[in-house]
């Protein structure tokens, strides 16, 4: 009994140690499986991690080919754009250089025309003249004045600030024309005349008119060979111009 007794003792000493050994060598399974689960799980995080980086990379790149697209898209058409805006001032400038050349002719042709006519009109002034009495050919001398009121300026510590433009001596007298003597035409002109620091005149204007264009433009032609008397560094604006008036009168015995 004793011996039976003995062996179950054994028997269940032995099956109690096999049962820890198979209690040991499955929790050292699961702590590998949770180990190796832990592993897999962050394996497959990077891998997703990885995947979404490639898949925002993806994204980036097809907006980024989708706005080369337009870009090329829109420089194309801006390149066509241009080119056809090109080809439209290319014509529109063949138009204008062939109206140019038609207004050219027209001109060349017109001054031609104004050539004869006034080769025309001489003659027939010269015609009138040997028809005329002596003394009605006698040309009248226009007479200049210069004026002698001054604009008064405050000082500016120099005399010469006030200083009032005068004209040369020797300057051409405005030449009274044939035809406005033929038409008895008379007038008073006043003209306004820029002057540069060297005398010289740059700028004549008609300040009032005689009402006759012969008139007003001999005046004008003579004024603009006039010469002034050089103007001093401190001059005024307003020295840097003149008035000059000029009547045209006829001889009551032309």
Request: hydrophobic share 35%; net charge positive; no cysteine.
């Amino acid at each position: 009994m004793e011996s039976n007794k003995q062996l179950l003792e054994d028997a269940a000493t032995e099956n109690t140690r096999q049962n820890n050994v198979l209690r040991a060598q499955l929790a050292a399974i699961s702590t590998t499986s949770r180990r190796e689960e832990a592993r897999h799980k962050n394996e497959l995080e990077q891998v997703m991690r990885k995947l979404n980086a490639l898949t925002k990379h993806h994204t980036a790149a097809l907006r980024l080919a989708d706005a080369l697209r337009a870009e090329l898209k829109t420089d194309q058409s801006n390149r066509t754009g241009a080119r056809d805006a090109t080809r439209a001032q290319l014509a529109l400038a063949h138009t204008e250089n062939k109206q140019l050349r038609a207004h050219q002719q027209q001109t060349t042709d017109q001054v031609r025309r104004a050539g004869i006519t006034e080769n025309k009109l001489k003659a027939e002034i010269e015609r009138l003249e040997k028809m005329l009495p002596a003394t009605a050919t006698r040309r009248p001398t226009p007479t200049t004045r210069t004026p002698t009121t001054v604009t008064a300026s405050p000082p500016l510590g120099n005399a010469l600030s006030n200083h009032q433009p005068r004209p040369v001596a020797g300057n051409p007298k405005p030449v009274y024309p044939r035809l406005a003597i033929k038409q008895r035409l008379q007038g008073d002109v006043i003209l306004t005349v820029s002057i540069q620091p060297t005398g010289a005149v740059s700028k004549v204007t008609l300040k009032r008119g005689s009402g006759s264009k012969l008139l007003d433009n001999a005046a004008m032609d003579a004024v603009r060979h006039w010469r002034y008397e050089p103007l001093p560094e401190t001059a005024l604006p307003e020295s840097r111009s003149d008035d000059i008036p000029i009547n045209f009168r006829l001889n009551s015995k032309t």
